[in-house]
């Protein structure tokens, strides 16, 4: 627990001074890490350094293609963002620690799974070459607009969530059964589902009274703007929090079957 805690420390500081973490962010991201490594140990800590690692290469490399004035996802993340990817698990990881229970531990996977799926469908789908499309509207929206999607980013959401569970499924030395692998992979990848369709139809988007750009952003063009549509409690923060519940609870639900 000790040297686990010191590598979460050492994971926060080095994120804190690349800037992919804002002081906030970090220390989250230290609360988060020292509950995963409470709850699960060095293989929690595992998942969790492949969901975040993976994440800021993906960001690196894509960094040209990620700079838009719709969407909040750039620039370092601070608590709240952190929280929002990252809290479910850590409460997950810590009810595995404290219980002994198995579920707990495999809902903790599922949870990280759907965040990784949406992060990687946000990030490659930008690399899409024709505009995503709105999942509600049925039209063709600008790169970055949440609530859209295109091929390649569905592909990503898919692989993000497989990989975390691929990533868990070598950890604990393939324990798991084909039926409960692909049902942690479906209950993953439903979380970005879910994220999506929140993101199309309650998220709250806001309108620029200057260039009248919808984004998700409160300033525009120097100025604040103002709402366009949506409820203000689903931000961006809200529904990728919504993401990681509904993806362990549709597995808790169906484990039976998966199992």
């Not at 850590?90 to 759907?114: D, M, Y």
């Not at 039209?139 to 993000?160: C, D, F, N």
């Not at 009248?212 to 689903?234: A, L, P, W």
Request: contains cysteine; glycine residues 12%; charged residues 15%.
């Amino acid at each position: 627990m000790i040297l686990e805690s010191i590598g979460v420390f050492f994971l926060a500081a080095l994120s804190y001074w690349l800037r992919k973490l804002s002081l906030s962010g970090a220390l989250c991201a230290i609360l988060v890490g020292v509950s995963i490594a409470y709850g699960t140990g060095l293989p929690g800590l595992l998942l969790l350094a492949g969901f975040f690692i993976s994440s800021v290469v993906w960001s690196m490399l894509l960094k040209s293609k990620k700079e838009n004035d719709i969407d909040l996802k750039d620039g370092a993340r601070d608590g709240s963002q952190v929280l929002a990817n990252g809290g479910v698990a850590a409460i997950l990881a810590v009810l595995s620690g404290v219980t002994g229970e198995k579920l707990f531990f495999l809902g903790f996977v599922v949870a990280l799974a759907a965040a990784t799926s949406d992060t990687w469908a946000s990030e490659l789908g930008r690399l899409s070459r024709g505009k995503p499309i709105d999942v509600i509207r049925f039209q063709r929206v600008k790169t970055g607009t949440s609530g859209a999607v295109s091929l390649l980013g569905t592909i990503a959401a898919l692989m993000g969530s497989f990989f975390i569970v691929g990533l868990a499924y070598v950890i604990e030395g393939a324990t798991y059964s084909l039926s409960l692998f692909l049902g942690m992979v479906l209950a993953g990848f439903i979380g970005n589902l879910v994220d999506t369709y929140v993101g199309a139809t309650v998220q709250v988007k806001y309108r620029c009274q200057d260039c009248q750009t919808v984004t998700e952003k409160i300033e525009h063009c120097g100025n604040v703007t103002i709402k366009d549509r949506g409820y203000r409690i689903f931000n961006n923060e809200s529904v990728n929090l919504l993401c990681t519940v509904v993806a362990p609870l549709f597995f808790f639900a169906l484990y039976g079957i998966f199992r």
